[in-house]
Nanobody, 129 residues
Framework: QVQLVESGGGSVQAGGTLRLSCLAS????????????MSWFRQAPGKEREGVAA???????YYAASVRGRVTISRDNAKNTVYLQMNSLKPEDTAMYYC???????????????????WGQGTQVTVSS
């Protein structure tokens, strides 16, 4: 079983930056983590969960239009960690952010939350105007 733990959320003013991290549990070997698609989702109150960014086992990267140009997803397979660098934050970025792992090397329809096997507990991002 894979456990994912997000961190790095917080409260910032519009225009600020945050770097989210998602650590796979210690008993998740690099062989388990590295070939898999990892994604970040977010969910604001009253809204559906939205795929924000994804990175495949081969390093392919995908971004939602709403964040493209402002966020960067990356992974460090040796550390079993995926990151989401968020710049130029806007109030509409306020949401709970979750990471998720899909047991496929490619991300395909990365925005489809039903395709992910494990989820973290989330980290809150709040952006004030």
């Amino acid at each position: 079983q894979v456990q994912l733990v997000e961190s790095g959320g917080g409260s910032v003013q519009a225009g600020g930056t945050l770097r989210l991290s998602c650590l796979a549990s210690e008993d998740t070997s690099e062989d388990t983590f590295s070939p898999k698609c990892m994604s970040w989702f977010r969910q604001a109150p009253g809204k559906e969960r939205e795929g924000v960014a994804a990175i495949s086992g081969g390093g392919g990267i995908y971004y939602a239009a709403s964040v493209r140009g402002r966020v960067t997803i990356s992974r460090d397979n040796a550390k079993n960690t995926v990151y989401l660098q968020m710049n130029s934050l806007k109030p509409e970025d306020t949401a709970m952010y979750y990471c998720a792992i899909k047991f496929l090397p490619t991300c395909g329809a990365y925005w489809s939350s039903s395709e992910y096997a494990y989820w973290g507990q989330g980290t809150q991002v709040t952006v004030s105007s």
